[in-house]
């Protein structure tokens, strides 16, 4: 970051994530305006560098913000602590014909494409001016119980839920980042369904 402030770069966007609002279940979807608890350190990482941009932002030595980012699903999306996130959009083949998440069924998920993400990101990066140092990703809300149900229906894969109490984390609201910007995500379904080989 001090390394965009000396080559005199406009505006410094951060890929954060939901994670600085901490990792336990939400009574409702958090905005913006909630405070941020990151209870471990991969939200806490991401909280520290927001505060680094907020505070040059406030010397005026760049525009920044930060867009936090809810659970990314699509393919492509190879993490290994949750494979089921790419899954969802494969084909079945071999070992990989049933999918497990990991969350209890009444778990409530926050889900946003990896396509949409990549717009969001490029939007702040081209707009302008942008009215907040600080955005959710819109995104969809999914119990998990739901994900499995139109998962089976649509892909025709079979898929293991986690155990009840198996928390999913706190949920987010986006509408500041729809409000400001016009944009509008894909429906999980209708990117299932676009899928090849649904089975």
């Not at 990314?72 to 089921?84: A, C, E, N, R, Y």
């Not at 955005?135 to 649509?154: F, S």
């Amino acid at each position: 970051m001090r390394q965009a402030v000396n080559a005199r770069v406009k505006r410094f966007v951060l890929a954060s994530s939901l994670s600085v609002y901490g990792s336990f279940p939400t009574p409702r979807p958090l905005t913006e305006d909630d405070p941020a608890r990151p209870d471990e350190p991969y939200g806490a990482s991401k909280r520290v560098v927001e505060l680094v941009g907020e505070a040059l932002a406030s010397k005026r030595e760049i525009e920044f913000v930060s867009l936090r980012i809810a659970r990314v699903i699509g393919l492509g999306v190879k993490k290994t602590s949750s494979p089921w996130r790419s899954q969802i959009f494969e084909p079945a083949s071999g070992d990989y014909s049933m999918i497990g998440i990991p969350f209890a069924p009444r778990a409530v998920l926050s889900l946003v494409h990896v396509e949409d993400v990549a717009r969001m990101l490029i939007i702040l990066a081209e707009k302008s001016a942008v009215q907040s140092t600080v955005y959710n990703t819109p995104v969809e809300l999914w119990e998990a119980r739901g994900l499995k149900e139109v998962i089976e229906e649509v892909r025709s894969r079979r898929v293991e839920l986690g155990p009840a109490g198996a928390s999913s984390g706190p949920t987010c609201d986006g509408s500041r980042f729809t409000r400001e910007f016009g944009i509008q995500i894909r429906g999980l379904r209708e990117r299932l369904l676009d899928c090849p080989n649904r089975g």
